[in-house]
């Protein structure tokens, strides 16, 4: 199984990063999606970012023209007729992953292989509506991706090991280091992530402190580089909830039911950084907590 072209469906905040990791890494991709100003603003936060590298001496400037001329935007997914692999990279939800894989399928090559990007929906549930289980897996980037260094990797139940090892290969061949998770909900990463965010917007929720006491005692008391409800904001507000719900209806514990502030905060349309408003309002120089 050999890699040489990537197609990567969604140019959004993840879809952008792994365009940027895999061209970097000198393999042609072309970026998929619905909208030429999504395909647009894309590009510029590559460029962005790849500027940001050659200031930091992380990259030559010839590396970064070279890994701009790697990339290709389409947003006919005709466009994917000769790539190696696809990384979808949507929004996380079940049904439009499966309307996408289902409608690629006509364009792509036999041998191409096809892998999800989601964060906790099930690998072996999306990989059977496809024509090429055996050819699925789970290659879960972390956020910002050119930064980040873990993928997890996570093969479905039909998942081949030849499909395993060529997808390890290639995650390595970013630079990134690599976890394999099992097919559960939420994986590894995310299950212990996600209960601990809810916790905080628990704490939040039930007065035991305010936005700021609880983000500077997970920094300071505990060393982690972000607070919890900074980290939900940057996440996304609706994706927390999008993985609490996946971990409540898996395993039906409890424990993963997410705390109804956080809903709230999600019918409100505050989803953290990308809509301005979450834990933290952003329309200011600095972030100012939101209650």
Not at 56 to 75: F, P, W
Not at 263 to 277: I, L, M, R
Request: overall charge negative; aromatic content about 6%.
């Amino acid at each position: 199984m050999k890699i040489k072209e990537v197609g990567i469906i969604g140019s959004g905040q993840m879809g952008n990063g792994i365009a940027h990791v895999s061209a970097l890494a000198g393999y042609k991709v072309v970026l998929i999606d619905i909208a030429e100003t999504a395909l647009t603003k894309a590009l510029e936060t590559i460029e962005k970012n790849l500027k940001r590298q050659v200031q930091r001496e992380k990259i030559s400037q010839e590396e970064m023209d070279k890994a701009l001329g790697n990339i290709s935007t389409n947003i006919d997914s005709k466009a994917l007729k000769n790539a190696d692999l696809i990384i979808e990279a949507a929004t996380e939800n079940f049904d439009l992953k499966v309307k996408i894989f289902k409608d690629i399928l006509e364009h792509i090559k036999k041998d191409c292989l096809l892998s999800t990007n989601t964060s906790s929906l099930s690998i072996t549930k999306l990989a059977a509506v496809t024509d090429r289980p055996d050819k699925f897996i789970g290659l879960h980037f972390m956020n910002p991706v050119p930064v980040m260094k873990l993928v997890e990797i996570i093969p479905g139940i039909a998942t081949s090991d030849e499909m395993l090892e060529t997808t390890k290969q290639f995650a390595l061949s970013l630079g990134k280091t690599i976890a394999t998770a099992e097919d559960f909900p939420a994986f590894i990463a995310n299950r212990i992530l996600l209960p601990m965010i809810n916790e905080a917007v628990y704490a939040l929720y039930e007065g035991v402190g305010d936005i700021k006491s609880i983000d500077t005692s997970m920094k300071l008391g505990m060393g982690h580089p972000m607070g919890p409800l900074e980290l939900a904001d940057f996440v996304g507000l609706d994706t927390c909830l999008a993985i609490l719900n996946v971990l409540y209806e898996g395993f039906g514990n409890p424990k993963y039911s997410p705390c109804p502030l956080l809903v709230k905060y999600v019918e409100a349309g505050w989803y953290g950084v990308k809509s301005g408003k979450g834990f933290y309002d952003y329309s200011g120089d600095k972030p100012v907590p939101t209650r």
